[in-house]
């Protein structure tokens, strides 16, 4: 800058000396001493003198370019240094060009000497050189254009907001396409407003918050928003906060509706399943199975438990014990070698297996599960998961206990029960229970009778469709049947007259008919 300002003054000085050829020569020194190509000529445009700079440009000596034209010396300048043009001052604009010869920008400028009464004697012709200056425009312009291809066609929301009033409002300076549509929003609608102008139906107390906070401090943050953004639809958006050199605040933001009503609906699923599992005492698992290590029980396996899993354990969720050691150790002593040898088959056969064993919780308590597992795997046949439920039956272990303990002595009454025979029929009408007494008045023994229908045992042929629509009402329709003296046959053909009586019991949704005789 110093040195165009030395440069517009020494030409001032010579332009007012009024004495072109005289003059010359006592500022050859200080033309030379320019960075600025100078080129001093007369009136029809001869050269008279151009400085070293320019010189060594040209790769010409003084005496080979005196009273050359112009254009000729500097052709590689400009088209022409002496097209005819309307002049109002001393200063003649000739604009900016580039040299391909020299691979230069310059800035050119005419200047008129003039004599003591003001006529014009030569001029000066000065070659600013602004190739750095112009290469940095070139430059900035591309890294616009850029910036602009980048800021248009980015998928995410893109919003440049101005900081007014020491943030305590946001100003719109710009909003990409993406911005435009995930908000609902025309850009010449919304630039120059309020950010509260922008988004007038959503809260922005904690976004207003966030923005103050970044531009204060600097430090760019992550901050989810949702709301009411395009008409009545609830939506949720993901936001990228920063500050920018300039003071600008920058918000990229991406509309994650879609992956937040998937993951909202994820959490109610999972909450339902829960609740399932809870209500029905009935846990999940997963087993990762490290690579080599399958066939050793005592080897480290990742093992993931639902939330009923813990609870029939009695294991705390929060709890950084070892799944798999906890398993292991509350597999009750005398079942542990049967579970593990149960697991170890099923990888062996690839199979599927269910089993039913007992573990003792940490507060002492002892618990019948019964367990499914099903194992993946690889493309080798190596297994590398597996996965399976945990139902605590305790509770329908002790029922079951107690109603096989109940159905023993019942049978062992009826079955020890002299002078009467007794016979169990199920919905089909076979044979669910023979009595002695039963095998010694028809013949049949209970191993023979068990499974077979009442028609093909004892009932005459006669009597058949009889017998079997009168059971078929008493099953569905609850009509009973009649205590009468009837006649039936046994084994060998033989009649054998009785008096039979009917009981219809029902158990777990089927029914079952007995016959006392």
Not at 376 to 401: A, F, H, L, W
Not at 453 to 480: A, C, F, Q, T
């Amino acid at each position: 800058m110093d040195e165009l300002i030395k440069l517009k003054e020494l030409t001032k000085a010579l332009t007012d000396s009024g004495y072109l050829k005289d003059q010359i020569d006592s500022w050859k020194y200080a033309f030379n001493s320019v960075s600025a190509f100078v080129c001093i000529t007369d009136l029809n445009f001869k050269i008279k003198f151009i400085n070293k700079t320019l010189s060594v440009l040209l790769g010409i000596s003084n005496l080979e370019f005196i009273d050359g034209h112009v254009d000729t010396i500097c052709k590689d300048f400009m088209e022409s240094c002496t097209e005819p043009s309307e002049i109002t001052s001393d200063v003649q604009k000739l604009g900016i060009s580039y040299s391909k010869a020299f691979k230069k920008w310059v800035d050119k400028n005419k200047y008129i000497i003039r004599d003591d009464i003001q006529r014009t004697v030569g001029y000066i012709f000065v070659f600013q050189d602004i190739t750095k200056r112009k290469n940095s425009e070139i430059m900035l312009e591309q890294n616009q254009l850029r910036y602009r291809s980048l800021f248009e066609s980015i998928s995410s929301g893109v919003a440049i907001y101005d900081v007014i009033d020491d943030g305590k409002d946001f100003i719109l300076k710009d909003l990409n396409k993406a911005g435009e549509f995930l908000g609902n929003k025309l850009v010449e609608n919304v630039v120059g407003k309020s950010i509260h102008d922008v988004y007038n139906n959503v809260n922005l107390i904690d976004v207003i918050a966030v923005l103050q906070r970044v531009w204060k401090t600097g430090v760019s943050e992550h901050f989810l928003t949702e709301g009411y953004y395009k008409t009545d639809q609830y939506r949720w958006y993901k936001n990228f906060i920063c500050c920018l050199y300039t003071g600008e605040i920058v918000i990229v933001f991406d509309d994650i509706t879609k992956q937040k009503l998937t993951e909202n609906k994820a959490i109610e699923n999972e909450f339902l399943l829960n609740e399932a599992q809870r209500i029905t005492s009935t846990g999940s698992w997963s087993l990762y199975i490290p690579k080599e290590c399958y066939k050793d029980e005592n080897s480290h396996y990742n093992l993931i438990w639902s939330d009923e899993t813990y609870n029939i354990f009695g294991i705390s969720r929060d709890s950084s014990e070892d799944l798999w050691q906890v398993f292991i150790e509350s597999i009750h002593p005398e079942d542990k070698d049967y579970v593990m040898a149960a697991y170890l088959e099923s990888l062996k056969t690839k199979k599927p297996y269910e089993i039913t064993h007992r573990i003792l919780t940490p507060d002492g308590s002892l618990k019948y599960i019964h367990e499914w597992c099903e194992t993946k795997y690889n493309e080798d046949g190596i297994p590398v998961r597996s996965i399976g439920t945990v139902q605590d039956i305790t509770v329908i272990n002790m029922y079951s206990t107690m109603l096989k303990n109940s159905d023993s002595r019942f049978r062992k009454l009826i079955e020890d029960v002299e002078g009467i025979s007794i016979q169990g029929y199920n919905e089909d009408r076979q044979v669910t229970f023979w009595n002695k007494y039963s095998e010694n008045l028809y013949g049949y023994t209970e191993e023979e009778a068990l499974g077979k229908k009442i028609e093909d045992l004892i009932v005459p042929h006669n009597m058949r469709d009889e017998v079997i629509e009168l059971h078929r009402r008493w099953i569905s329709y609850g009509e009973k049947i009649s205590a009468e003296k009837i006649k039936l046959v046994d084994k060998f053909g033989k009649d054998v007259y009785v008096f039979s009586s009917h009981v219809m019991n029902e158990l777990c949704g089927k029914k079952e008919m007995f016959v006392l005789i």
